[in-house]
């Protein structure tokens, strides 16, 4: 999976072998990406292939506001 900041155009890949781990790599993402500059995330975008559709990750988007 990837990552990458529209703005600054900088990517981060993490591999997963099954899209249930996709939510772990997000929180660890989301962690790190905070700590390095310190902004928070505003939005995901995605290629809608169903990663992103648990309600483990709506309610945690929802909560931290990312839309």
């Known amino acids: 999976m990837i990552f990458s900041d529209d703005y600054s155009r ?3 890949i993490y ?3 099954k899209k ?7 929180y660890e993402f989301k ?3 905070n700590k390095e500059s310190g902004k928070k995330i ?4 995605s290629e809608n292939n169903g990663e992103y559709v648990s309600e483990e990750f709506k309610d ?8």
């Not at 505003?42 to 975008?45: D, E, H, M, T, V």
């Not at 945690?60 to 839309?67: L, P, R, S, Y």
């Open 10 to 12: 900088k990517c981060w």
């Open 15 to 17: 591999f997963i072998q």
């Open 20 to 26: 249930d781990q996709t939510f772990t790599k997000f």
């Open 31 to 33: 962690y790190l990406a």
């Open 42 to 45: 505003k939005a995901l975008r």
């Open 60 to 67: 945690f988007c929802a909560v931290e506001g990312i839309k």
